[in-house]
C-alpha cells in the first residue's frame, strides 16, 4: 500500500482525518522515462498518528464506530477517539532499532517528513472453517490500511513520498457464529493491535529513509473491476455483497506491495475518494490540508475473470469434495511506453483448492464457507503469481498456472519499472 506533484496535470488527492495525533538510457520498449530523483532526508520522518481515509462518516467504517462507541463512550469524530491506537503504534515504534521514526512536537517545513497510519476498509464474517473441533466454527475481520511518509514545501504543499499498503486477515474462535458482527465488534481491541504489529513490519520493509525516496516515480493499482461472468456466480453463491471491487483492490494492492516489494500509492475504488487527502493534525502543527497524490507511472489492474465451485459426491472415499477455482487477470501498464497500447504484462492466473467434507453433508456448504476459501484462492494467485514474476521462478508460476516462458518476456521489464519505484 508512494510524481511529485508540480509533474502531470492531473493530480489526485486523497482524502483522510487523522484523530489521536501524538505529535507531530532506457530499453527500447520504453518512451521518455524519467530521471531517477531521490528525496533523501537527514533524520528518520515523524511520527504523526492514525487516520481514517475518508473521514468518520464513511459505512464501511461500521464495525470500528461501534467499538469506539462501547468501550470508549465517543464519536469517531472525537479527536481523541484513536488516541490508544496512536499510542500503542507509538509504543512498538520507539522499540525498534535502528529507529524507524522520530518524535517531535513540532516540525521543521522543508526539512522533516512525516509518517502516519491510515484506516481503509474493514469487514467481517463468520464460517465453519476447520472440519471439526472446538475451533471449528471461525470469526474473520479483514483490516485494509496504508502507511504513508509525507513532505511538504512552501510551493507544492503536502504530497505523498511513499506508501505502503497492507492487510490484515484476523482470525478467532467464532463461537456458535451467532451474532458474528457482535463478536467482531467485541474482538476489534485485539485486532487493532495486530493490526499496529502489521504497519510497523511493513513500515520497516518500505521506510528507507536513510536511502532516499524515488520522488518522481510511482506505481499504483489503478483499477480493480469484476468480470459479469464472475459477478453471476458470486451473486448466485451469495457472496457478492463482501466479495466485491472495494475487496479485491485493497487485498491485490496489498498482495502487489509485498510480493514485488515496491511501494504504492493507495487504492480507491472510485474517484469520489481519490480527489483529495485532508489531514487534520494537532492546533500547533496545522489544522487542515490537502495532501497530493502523485500520478502513477507504473499501473496496475486486476480483474476477478471467473470462479467455480463443483460439488463431487465420492461414496468411494467417503467424503464429499467441494472444488472452488478462482481465475484473474493481471495487468502491468507503462505510461512511458512508445506503443498505443501502453499494457505489457496481460496474464491470466488461476488457483484450485479442494474442500472435503463428510459425505452428503451440506453443514459446510454455505456462503460464508465459500467467502473464506474463494479470498484464501484469490491471495494464493496473487502471491504465486507476482512472487513467481519476481524470482522467475517456473514451480512458483505453475501454482498459479502460469508458464513462466509465457511471462518471460515481460519480466525485465516489469522488474526494471518497479526499481524505479523504489
Known amino acids: 500500500m508512494a510524481k511529485n506533484s508540480a509533474q502531470g496535470a492531473s493530480r489526485r488527492h486523497w482524502l483522510l482525518s487523522w484523530v489521536g495525533v501524538t505529535s507531530l538510457g532506457w530499453?527500447?520498449?520504453?518512451?521518455?522515462?524519467?530521471?531517477?530523483?531521490?528525496?533523501?532526508?537527514?533524520?528518520?520522518?515523524?511520527?504523526?498518528?492514525?487516520?481514517?481515509?475518508?473521514?468518520?462518516?464513511?459505512?464501511?467504517?461500521?464495525?470500528?464506530?461501534?467499538?469506539?462507541?462501547?468501550?470508549?463512550?465517543?464519536?469517531?469524530t472525537d479527536s481523541k477517539v484513536f488516541t490508544p491506537e496512536s499510542k500503542l503504534t507509538a509504543s512498538l515504534l520507539a522499540q525498534q532499532k535502528p529507529p524507524l521514526v522520530q518524535f517531535k512536537n513540532s516540525v521543521e517545513f522543508g526539512e522533516d517528513m512525516l509518517v502516519g497510519f491510515a484506516h481503509?476498509?474493514?469487514?467481517?464474517?463468520?464460517?465453519?472453517?476447520?472440519?471439526?473441533?472446538?475451533?471449528?466454527?471461525?470469526?474473520?475481520?479483514?483490516?485494509?490500511?496504508?502507511?504513508?511518509?509525507?513532505?511538504?514545501?512552501?510551493?507544492?504543499?503536502?504530497?505523498i513520498v511513499s506508501s505502503f499498503p497492507f492487510m490484515l486477515r484476523f482470525e478467532r474462535p467464532g463461537g456458535d457464529l451467532k451474532n458474528v458482527r457482535a463478536k467482531a465488534v467485541g474482538f476489534m481491541g485485539e485486532a487493532y493491535k495486530g493490526y499496529a504489529n502489521a504497519f510497523v513490519h511493513f513500515l520497516g520493509r518500505f521506510n528507507k529513509w536513510d536511502q532516499g525516496f524515488s520522488s518522481n516515480y510511482f506505481a499504483r493499482l489503478t483499477k480493480a473491476s469484476i468480470h459479469p461472468d464472475a459477478q453471476a456466480k458470486l451473486a448466485s453463491y451469495k457472496i457478492d455483497q463482501i466479495l466485491n471491487p472495494e475487496l479485491l483492490g485493497f487485498s491485490s494492492s496489498s498482495a502487489i506491495c509485498d510480493n514485488l516489494n515496491i511501494p504504492l500509492l493507495p487504492f480507491q475504488e472510485n474517484d469520489a475518494l481519490a480527489k483529495r487527502y485532508a489531514v487534520k493534525f494537532n492546533d500547533d502543527l496545522a489544522a487542515q490540508n490537502e495532501i497530493a497524490i502523485p500520478d502513477a507511472d507504473l499501473k496496475f489492474e486486476v480483474v476477478l475473470r471467473d470462479l467455480d465451485k463443483k460439488i463431487i459426491h465420492s461414496t468411494q472415499r467417503g467424503v464429499t469434495i467441494i472444488r472452488r477455482t478462482l481465475v484473474i487477470r493481471f495487468f502491468a501498464i507503462d505510461e512511458y511506453a512508445n506503443e498505443k497500447d501502453k499494457r505489457f504484462l496481460n496474464v491470466l492466473a488461476a488457483s484450485t483448492h479442494e474442500d472435503r467434507t463428510p459425505l452428503n453433508s451440506t453443514e459446510d456448504d454455505t456462503p460464508e464457507r465459500d467467502l473464506v476459501f474463494f479470498d484464501?484462492?484469490?491471495?494464493?494467485?496473487?502471491?504465486?503469481?507476482?512472487?513467481?514474476?519476481?524470482?522467475?521462478?517456473?514451480?512458483?508460476?505453475?501454482?498459479?498456472?502460469?508458464?513462466?516462458?509465457?511471462?518471460?518476456?515481460?519480466?525485465?521489464?516489469?522488474l526494471e519499472l518497479c526499481a524505479k519505484t523504489r
Do not use: C, H
Request: hydrophobic share 40%.
Open 120 to 159: 481503509d476498509f474493514e469487514t467481517t464474517v463468520g464460517a465453519r472453517v476447520e472440519k471439526d473441533g472446538e475451533n471449528a466454527n471461525t470469526l474473520l475481520i479483514f483490516m485494509s490500511g496504508v502507511g504513508l511518509v509525507m513532505s511538504f514545501s512552501q510551493s507544492t504543499g503536502w504530497r
Open 27 to 76: 530499453p527500447l520498449w520504453s518512451g521518455a522515462q524519467p530521471a531517477g530523483q531521490r528525496s533523501r532526508p537527514k533524520t528518520p520522518p515523524v511520527w504523526t498518528g492514525f487516520g481514517l481515509n475518508g473521514g468518520a462518516a464513511q459505512a464501511r467504517y461500521d464495525l470500528t464506530r461501534e467499538f469506539v462507541q462501547q468501550t470508549r463512550k465517543l464519536n469517531l
Open 376 to 414: 484464501r484462492l484469490l491471495s494464493r494467485t496473487l502471491t504465486n503469481l507476482l512472487s513467481g514474476m519476481a524470482k522467475r521462478d517456473a514451480q512458483t508460476l505453475a501454482q498459479a498456472e502460469v508458464r513462466l516462458d509465457a511471462v518471460a518476456p515481460a519480466i525485465p521489464r516489469l
